[in-house]
């Protein structure tokens, strides 16, 4: 089957798959002016794929004027400074994140142990560094499609954020949560504080949405806040 560029969760809001099918996504929220808010960018192999998801919804990216990273990973941050170039779109970081997107370093993994400290030099612990014009802060609404909340859900990494587009009533989880087999707690190891991310990504629960938009892992459009409530109720 052919990999599909582009998948539609609602109106004027994408999700572009940068690895596989759903393994690593960014997504596309779309303005009535015909601008583009990217959220993520992949590995830095990914601008390649990002601008085929472009293309396969009519747009170039000339017509993207914003790029705003959930958090500062390889996987998600290591093609930024490419479509920063390439679109002379500003990025928008949380601000506890904003000196590991600028160094091109992540941040502190595994909780600061042996084996963490090794996953972090030796996986994905560096990407091409991204100057962030906009620091982001817990509860900012960012003038997207008529609004996308930012939530900032720390432990998967200390700024990691999720978002919620309002008009729309679609979550973009981040890596607070994974759709891998099911909703699931991101890998422990690659956490800055495994117990942190359990506790902020109760929030999710509370909010208002009708589609789960994960960055590794499939979209849930069936009881999406239900299913997220029922995983985080029977895992604590």
């Not at 609602?10 to 596309?28: D, K, L």
């Not at 959220?39 to 390649?48: E, N």
């Not at 942190?196 to 069936?222: C, I, K, N, S, W």
Request: hydrophobic share 40%.
């Amino acid at each position: 089957m052919a990999r599909t560029a582009a998948v539609p969760l609602a109106p004027g809001v994408w999700r572009i798959p940068t690895v596989g099918r759903a393994a690593v996504n960014s997504y596309a929220f779309l303005d009535d002016d015909g601008s583009v808010t990217l959220v993520d960018c992949g590995m830095r192999r990914a601008p390649a794929r990002i601008v085929r998801g472009l293309a396969a919804i009519g747009k170039t990216p000339a017509d993207v004027t914003r790029i705003v990273l959930t958090h500062a990973h390889a996987d998600h941050a290591g093609g930024a400074a490419e479509l920063a170039r390439r679109t002379g779109a500003p990025v928008a970081a949380h601000g506890a994140d904003l000196p590991y997107a600028e160094s091109g370093r992540v941040p502190p993994q595994g909780g600061g142990n042996t084996v963490g400290r090794l996953l972090t030099r030796l996986v994905g612990g560096r990407f091409p560094a991204v100057a962030v014009a906009r620091p982001l802060a817990d509860g900012d609404l960012l003038p997207v499609g008529g609004g996308l909340r930012v939530v900032h859900t720390p432990g998967h990494s200390p700024g990691h954020v999720s978002l919620l587009h309002e008009p729309t009533r679609v979550l973009v989880t981040g890596d607070a949560l994974f759709n891998v087999a099911g909703v699931r707690w991101p890998v422990r190891s690659f956490c800055t504080d495994f117990r942190m991310t359990q506790r902020t990504a109760h929030v999710l629960g509370e909010l208002d949405y009708d589609v789960a938009a994960f960055t590794h892992g499939p979209e849930l459009t069936d009881r999406a806040r239900e299913q997220v409530r029922a995983f985080l109720r029977r895992l604590g």
